[in-house]
């Protein structure tokens, strides 16, 4: 990981530009973003480049994914298994966190057996 790790965001339009105006966002030489605004019309191909893309590179070291977004994806995020970059599943606006869904704390109770 490089000396200045930075956190990715996916997810709808009003987190994303949250953490923009919080100064998150980030463009580099080759115009490779760290963030990805999901909306109706954005393919789950798209969410899953943008996912796999945020996983392998060495400059992120969060992904905050709304987990509405990380519904459509959830199996690409149930199989990934590193501690860098950490995932961590956020509520948006319009829905609501369900701690039932997130697969970083479901792995949690799981290593520490509490249910």
Not at 53 to 73: C, G, L, P, W
Not at 83 to 95: A, N
Request: glycine fraction near 4%.
């Amino acid at each position: 990981m490089s000396e200045t790790a930075l956190v990715a965001v996916i997810g709808d339009e009003d987190v994303v530009t949250g953490f923009l105006l919080a100064g998150v966002g980030q463009k580099d030489k080759k115009k490779n973003e760290n963030f990805l605004v999901v909306d109706s019309k954005t393919s789950q191909a798209k969410i899953e480049t943008a996912f796999k893309s945020f996983t392998t590179r060495n400059d992120i070291a969060i992904i905050m994914i709304t987990q509405k977004v990380a519904d459509e994806i959830r199996y690409l995020i149930d199989e990934y298994h590193q501690v860098i970059p950490t995932i961590l599943e956020i509520p948006s606006k319009d829905h609501p966190y369900d701690p039932k869904k997130d697969s970083v704390m479901l792995k949690v109770k799981k290593m520490t057996g509490s249910d």
